[in-house]
Nanobody, 124 residues
Framework: QVQLVESGGGSVQSGGSLRLSCAVS????????LGWFRQAPGKEREGVAS????????YYADSVKGRFTISQDNAMNTVYLQMNSLKPEDTGMYYC?????????????????WGQGTQVTVSS
């Protein structure tokens, strides 16, 4: 059983930055795909970024490329999402997710473990 706990959400003005953190209960030496997803009110959940814990390869949604960066700290069992140049359309509940094995190439795929989410609100 994998447990994930997100933190770091909040309110920021357009153009600002936030860093989300996700503490992962199983990590060190394990092979997982870790991802960040978001869901805006009235919209479907969408993938934002993913990282393979072993290879360190990353994948981003087109809407966040060049603005968001996913990274990991194996020693701290934590995955981060650095969000810069935030826009109002980035507003939503952000979820950390995990799935055993490496990440899929070019897509987010299936994730079986989910955190409770952290709210991000970007005002114009």
């Amino acid at each position: 059983q994998v447990q994930l706990v997100e933190s770091g959400g909040g309110s920021v003005q357009s153009g600002g930055s936030l860093r989300l953190s996700c503490a992962v209960s199983v990590y060190t030496g394990s092979r997982y795909c870790l991802g960040w997803f978001r869901q805006a009110p009235g919209k479907e959940r969408e993938g934002v970024a993913s990282i393979s814990t072993r290879a360190g390869t990353t994948y981003y949604a087109d809407s966040v490329k060049g603005r968001f960066t996913i990274s990991q700290d194996n020693a701290m069992n934590t995955v981060y999402l650095q969000m810069n140049s935030l826009k109002p359309e980035d507003t939503g509940m952000y979820y950390c997710a995990a799935q055993g094995g490496s990440c899929y190439t070019g897509t987010f795929g299936y994730f079986g473990y989910w955190g409770q989410g952290t709210q991000v609100t970007v005002s114009s």
